[in-house]
Nanobody, 122 residues
Framework: QLQASGGGLVQAGDSLRLSCSAS????????MAWFRQAPGKEREFVAS????????NYADSVKGRFAISRQYGAGTVNLQMNSLTLDDTAVYYC?????????????????WGQGTQVTVSS
């Protein structure tokens, strides 16, 4: 139900834009978020956005570099990633919250995309 795209191989300092599409029925009134999981590490929160697209939250590690966005009530969420570093290498997952807002708790999300690989090389 969630289709993520936009991952790839880039060099450190480059930018990448991820997109995730969910049906309006699934996500139009729900918060959405991006999480990521690097090899050998637990899944971690990256960014979230509320259903209206006017309230966002970011992990400290990506603040000032990443920007999450969506259109009002739309089922598509984007993640603009700038100034990528080697530490950003991971599989990125989009998710739909049970709530109207987003947060960093994975348990609040009941729909998950299949993941898209982002690899940053030096």
């Amino acid at each position: 139900q969630l289709q993520a795209s936009g991952g790839g191989l880039v060099q450190a300092g480059d930018s990448l834009r991820l997109s995730c599409s969910a049906s309006r029925r699934t996500a139009s009134n729900n918060g959405m978020a991006w999480f990521r999981q690097a090899p050998g590490k637990e899944r971690e929160f990256v960014a979230s956005i509320n259903w209206r697209g006017d309230s966002t939250n970011y992990a400290d590690s990506v603040k000032g570099r990443f920007a999450i966005s969506r259109q009002y009530g739309a089922g598509t969420v984007n993640l603009q990633m700038n100034s990528l570093t080697l530490d950003d290498t991971a599989v990125y997952y989009c998710a739909v919250s049970r709530r109207a807002y987003g947060n960093s708790n994975p348990s609040d999300y009941n729909y998950w995309g299949q993941g898209t690989q982002v690899t940053v090389s030096s």
